[in-house]
């Protein structure tokens, strides 16, 4: 069975900063979306408390529960790292601990997710973005094979955040058309 429209997609940004790159990327995506697939940014990454296991109870902290309950709702996840020292952010790693939980049960079960990333480097955060499939994948996401690293970001995305290279526009546009394409065609084999 084909799955509802429109497919609603959580961006979700791996960065605090104001002036941010990947964030852009996102609302690049979200302005690139195909009809029928609404993006919406999640806003909340810097209220979101430490994990801690002892807060991670039955009650978790009212941010942690409009975190999990936003990528419930969500069809799919959409997520832009940054790299920090090779990896992926704190913020950002926090954020995934608290949502893979309780576990396995967690709402980014066999949820699709897609992951692309920027850096002012070379290669475009591709090591976080290496990483952060893995975290994602233990998690139990669906992680969708396509990506998206641009490097040398302060001069690969143009005035609006969006990347200036129509090939790399293009890609970002496609990567969301498949996040969504896998929203549709319903829940893996594993979640059958
Ligand atoms: C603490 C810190 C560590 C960083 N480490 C790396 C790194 O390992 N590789 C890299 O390509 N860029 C690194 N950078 C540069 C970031 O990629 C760059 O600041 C990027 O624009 C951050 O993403 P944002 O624009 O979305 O905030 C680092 C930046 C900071 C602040």
Request: proline content about 7%; glycine content about 8%.
């Amino acid at each position: 069975m084909r799955h509802k429209t429109p497919i609603h997609v959580l961006a979700l940004p791996g960065s605090l900063r104001r002036a941010s790159h990947t964030t852009a990327l996102l609302r690049a995506a979200k302005a690139l979306a195909p009809a029928g697939v609404d993006v919406t940014l999640y806003q909340g990454l810097a209220d979101l408390p430490p994990y801690d296991q002892d807060c991670d109870v039955d009650v978790a902290p009212a941010e942690v529960q409009d975190l999990r309950g936003a990528i419930a709702r969500a069809d799919a996840v959409l997520l832009s790292t940054p790299e920090y020292n090779a990896s992926i952010p704190g913020q950002l790693k926090n954020a995934l601990d608290w949502a893979s939980r309780p576990y396995p049960a967690n709402a980014l079960r066999d949820k699709p997710v897609a992951v692309i990333g920027a850096s002012t480097g070379t290669f475009g955060a591709a090591r976080a973005q290496g990483e952060l499939r893995m975290v994602l994948s233990a998690i139990g996401a669906r992680v969708i094979d396509c990506g998206l690293a641009i490097g040398r970001a302060t001069d690969a995305l143009d005035a609006d955040g969006r990347p200036a290279d129509a090939r790399q526009r293009d890609r970002l546009a496609r990567i969301v058309h498949v996040l969504a394409e896998a929203a549709r065609s319903g829940p893996s084999e594993r979640a059958a």
